[in-house]
Structures are given as C-alpha cells and as structure tokens.
C-alpha cells in the first residue's frame, strides 16, 4: 500500500494518527504551523482522564452560568468584549445541555473513553513509552459533606459505565493516599486506573520520533485553504501548493477555518486554559489531583507541579488574561499549604470545544478524500490513541472499533 496522505496538525492527535497510518503502509506528512506540540499538547495536565464522561454542558448548568460568565476569574467565564460572537454556541451549548441529549453524550462519551483506554495501551506498548507514563490515580476533592453528596449522581454514571473509584470520608483517610492537604477537604472519590503522563510534550515528542523512524515526516508549513478534487485534495499553503491523495484535519482550535473552506461550518469554540508550572521539589505530589467545584487541577510534571484548569470561552484573538493563572495558584496554595509557589512558568492554550463536548470524528461532507479529526476540548490527550486507530481506520475504508455517528459533522 503507499498512498500520500498529509495530516493537518502536529499536536497529540494529529502526531498519533501519522504514526497509524505510516505503520499501515502510507506515506504521510504532517503540517503545522509552529511545529511538533507547540499549542495544546505541550501544556496540559497531563493527564488521561479516562473517567471524565461527563459533558460540561449538564442538565441545570445554565441557571448557574450567568454567575459564572459574570465572573472574570470564575471557573467558566466569557469576556464581555467577546459575547455577542459567542452568543450562537451558547444556544448550541444550552441545547446540548437537555436530558436527552446529555445522556447520549454520555453513552458516546464512555464508548470513546473505553476505546481510548484500551487504545493507550497499546500504543504505550507499540511505541515503547511506559517511561513517560504515571500510574498514580486520581482523587476529587470535596468541601464537606453537601459538595460530597450533591457529586453522588455523577459517580453513579461513572459506576454504570464501568469506572472503578472508591470513596474517603474524612481528612484522614484522604491523607493516606495525598498528605499536606487543608483540612477543608473532609470527603473525596479517587480513581485508582487514572493515568498522567509526565511531560505532555515529551510524549508528543516521543510519539514524532516513532513516527520519523517509521519514515514519517513533519513540517513547519501553514495550510490557508482546501480544496476537494475527484482524486484528493489540494492544499493552498503559505509555502505553495501542493496536492495529497488524503488529507486528515486534526489541526486542534484552528480546525474549523480549514472546514470551512470545504462548506462545513461548524460551531468550534475555543476553551482558553491557564496554567502554572512550578518546579520539582515544589510538593510532595502523590496522585493527581482535581478541585471540581474550583474548576482546576493539581498535577505532577517531570517532578515538578502544575496548576491550571478554568474555561474562559475567548475565541482565539483576544490576549491572555494570566490574572486567571494566579488566581489558581493562590487557591492551590492555600489548598496544599506546603506548596512553594515560587520560580513557575506561566501558560495559556487553546482547546477546540464543541457544545457537546464530543469531537468531531468522520468524513468532510465535501469529500471523502477528507478525515476530520478535532474538537476534543479538554480531552485531545486522553482520546488521541482512540482517534488515530478510528482514523487509520476510516482511511482503509474499514469497520471501525466504535459507531461514528454520535461524532459527525454535521450533528448540529
């Protein structure tokens, strides 16, 4: 088999799919605009968060979204200067918050998160990665015990959906698995199959080189439109022209300009997260760790500790606002008391969300010489191995692992 086949987008997703397909006999080049993992995928939480099935949009969610969006350093924000253009996906996302369709996102959440699961594995094996992994569980932490039952109903989808967790109800128990934590926290659920990786960009790094060993090849171009033909497709790029008997779209926030130029238009908005990267020795961190009603997470990095999280829905212009980054810091401080806060890094990137919070997994409505493969919100590195074998898939015309439709195109 040897066909051309260009991937659009250099971050986890894209850089796993490449690594399918080339195994599968392709040849395959990867474009990006600013190279391996230099959005998204390098300053996450690290983490494969496998047991996180539920949609943000959730039934009741907008009757507490007018606190949040007023709130320029909450949890779920929208700058004012930007709400008037996000006003359309704001409908799409109150919509998509409805019983029933939340419920079926979560039938189709939890199939992608099996796959995804099972997928990891597979590709920790085939790429001979087990270094980079960390297999330290999860714990979500709850002020007292209303915050603890008002969780309840989400544990139980997680149980009818397979996840294995287990529950610690007094500061003790808690300090066991993760000592120096305030005594506020009195209840959590930890998830003992949770899986971080230690260097986001490390493992995207390592999964290039796989992928420049099997012939693979990447580089620094930015595609300014497609184009469907009979045959495949032609790539108007800033470097010039050039032409792929397949493309697949997996280029993240940026996505749905490129969809667009094929006729799809499709409602990506872009999650802003803020984060800070403190270095080793920072705290002594044993799992990773999540402030669900704070909306961010604490997480260990090559030794050192990462606090980030939060949604600002900014679109992808408007400059960071890193107050947001020390906000989140300043509570981790006073969450993990021994926490030494100095000499961090600060970041901020962007997530391509959809209402739903699903991707967008299929074929362009234009051609199928186009795979789309984006829109995975928060989630782009816990379902990136998942996507690479629906897509090497999808590309062999092929039965894939999972039905495709709760994740179409055109779903909206």
Known sequence: MSQDIIVLGAGVVGISIAVELVRQGHRVKVLDRKGIAAEASQGNAGAFAFTDVMPLAAPGIMRKAPKWLLDPLGPLSVPPRYALKIAPWMLRFWRASWQDRHDASIVAQSALMNLSKAALERQIVSTKGEALIQRNGQMQLFEG?????????????????????????TPEAIAEVQPGLDRRFTHAGYTPDWINTSDPKAWVDHLAQVLARAGGEV???????????????????????????????????????????????????????????????????????????????????????????AVELGGLNLPPNYKRADVLLEKAARFLPGLQTSGGSQWMGFRPSLPDTLPIIGHAKASRHVVYAFGHGHLGLTQSSATAELVRDLVADRKTAIPLTPYRADRF
């Open 219 to 309: 580089i620094q171009d930015e595609v300014q439109r497609l184009t469907a033909t009979e045959s495949g497709v032609a790539l108007s790029c800033r470097a010039g022209d050039i032409f792929a008997d397949k493309v697949v779209l997996a280029a993240g926030a940026w996505s749905h300009k490129l969809a667009k130029t094929l006729g799809d238009s499709i409602p990506l908005e872009t999650e802003r997260g803020y984060n800070t990267t403190l270095p080793a020795g920072s705290f002594d961190l044993r799992t990773h760790l999540t402030f669900g009603n704070h909306g961010f997470v604490v997480s260990r990095i090559n030794g050192g500790v990462r606090v980030g999280g």
């Open 145 to 169: 015990e209303k915050q603890f039952r008002d969780s309840h109903p989400g544990w139980e989808i997680r149980r009818r959906h397979g996840i294995t967790f287990e529950f610690f109800e």
